[in-house]
């Protein structure tokens, strides 16, 4: 019987005293690399032999979910609660003051207004796990935080872009102003050409670019995900528009999200642009929420159904935007940030009164019965719609491809600067 691939690394560090997965010791348990010595004798002697686990190791399928459970239970006994929305989130609280913890597998971040308690917290994680405190943070899953002073804090992607720009050959390329022509119209070629596709790592870009447009730049959220809908079918021409968002991000590196303690109201503005695509004449929609002055959500996206004028494009573009406000105003409210109604700027005023009134028309009767639940939420006060000018909406950098200073208005608006 041969060892499995991953077991066998497993055994082979431990007989080496190499380190074991993400920990900075290793193993000089004699007990332990005595049992590893008979596994792996037993295992290599008896084609019939089968080993129990008794506990979880490293490199296993399953350990992984065995190392969640195990932080999880450390968690909870020392006073923290799973969010009911997001369970990699954790609070506790202690009269005034509270303590979020935030898990990204091994990686930890501990926020809170008592610098006691954080060491008190910091203790009983590291006398339970091996652990290295990093300090105040200011890099984390490729994301770069700084502060300008205690009242503003600066996320980034700089470095990120650096390594992008050089993988893909960009480094001296020409800055271009935006990251998507206002007038390109991409088709996907009338058949596969396995040839040409493997002539360019478009799918590699687009997935690489994708980080960014989830992380810390809304600014180019639209075009990735245009250019990603001829993942599966493009040409040159789908990859020098990719290439376009590589120059966009060449010319502007360091420009991100900026969080003020001011602004602390949570409000979004709303956008959809009718028939946008040329091939199935579906339209998008674009949304962000904006909280301390920038962007904590955003989202573009191309809608599901056709809809059949501006007003059912921006109807069904503030449904998607209030099931995002619902999720939001839940996690603010169970980590101490009231947010009893959450406001929903749209440039649209024939879509805010359709919600509003409730109205009967025979232009609007199909809409998907989905979508009215906005109606419902708006009548519970959990939402209000407002009138935003198309001439101040920012979300429309979320909807389709715009002229330099429209763009870059729009990115002020959202609060996206440069450091």
């Known amino acids: 019987m041969n060892l499995p691939e991953q077991l066998s690394a497993v055994l082979d560090k431990i007989l080496s005293n190499k380190k074991i997965g993400s920990s900075e010791s290793v193993i000089l348990d004699t007990k332990i690399t005595e049992t590893a010595k008979r596994w792996r004798k037993m295992m290599n002697e008896c084609d019939d032999c089968v080993c129990l686990l008794k506990k979880s190791l490293y490199g296993l399928r399953q350990s992984g979910l065995q190392w969640h459970k195990e932080l999880v239970r450390m968690l909870l006994s020392i006073g923290f609660k799973a969010l009911p929305q997001d369970q990699c989130v954790f609070v506790a609280r202690k009269n005034e003051h509270i303590m979020l913890i935030a898990i990204y597998v091994n990686d930890l971040i501990l926020a809170t207004n008592d610098n006691v308690w954080l060491n008190n917290v910091k203790n009983k994680l590291s006398n339970k796990f091996e652990m290295k405190d990093m300090g105040k943070i200011s890099d984390c899953l490729g994301i770069?935080?700084?502060?300008?002073?205690?009242?503003?804090?600066?996320?980034?992607?700089?470095?990120?872009?650096?390594?992008?720009?050089?993988?893909?050959?960009?480094?001296?390329?020409?800055?271009?102003?935006?990251?998507i022509d206002v007038n390109v119209k991409l088709m996907k070629p009338e058949s596969v050409n396995e040839s040409v596709m493997k002539q360019y790592p478009y799918q590699s870009l687009v997935g690489a670019l994708m980080f960014l447009a989830v992380s810390t730049r809304p600014d180019v959220t639209y075009s990735v995900n245009y250019l990603s809908q001829f993942n599966t079918n493009y040409n040159v021409e789908h990859w020098k528009a990719a290439k376009r968002v590589l120059r966009y991000l060449k010319g502007i590196p360091n420009y991100g999200l900026v969080y003020e303690r001011t602004g602390l109201s949570l409000f979004s503005v709303v956008d959809a642009d009718w028939a946008a695509n040329s091939v199935d004449r579906k339209s998008y929609s674009g949304f962000a929420f904006i909280?301390?002055?920038?962007?904590?959500?955003?989202?573009?996206?191309?809608?599901?159904?056709?809809?059949?004028?501006?007003?059912?494009?921006?109807?069904?573009?503030?449904?998607?935007?209030?099931?995002?406000?619902?999720?939001?105003?839940?996690?603010?409210?169970?980590?101490g940030i009231e947010c009893e109604c959450v406001t929903l700027f749209n440039d649209n005023q024939g879509a805010i009164k359709l919600i509003q009134n409730r109205s009967y028309r025979s232009r609007t009767k199909h809409i998907d019965v989905r979508h009215h639940f906005v109606r419902d939420m708006c009548e519970e006060g959990l939402i209000e719609l407002r009138y935003l000018c198309t001439e101040r909406m920012p979300a429309d950098v979320l909807t389709k491809g715009l002229s330099g200073p429209k763009h870059h208005e729009c990115l002020r608006n959202l609060g996206m600067m440069g450091m």
């Open 144 to 179: 770069q935080f700084s502060r300008d002073n205690e009242d503003r804090v600066y996320m980034e992607q700089s470095v990120y872009i650096e390594r992008l720009l050089e993988r893909f050959g960009m480094c001296e390329c020409k800055p271009a102003l935006t990251p």
């Open 291 to 335: 909280f301390a002055g920038a962007p904590i959500s955003w989202e573009a996206r191309k809608q599901r159904v056709v809809a059949l004028s501006s007003t059912e494009a921006e109807y069904v573009a503030i449904s998607e935007a209030t099931r995002e406000a619902l999720y939001l105003s839940n996690i603010f409210n169970n980590i």
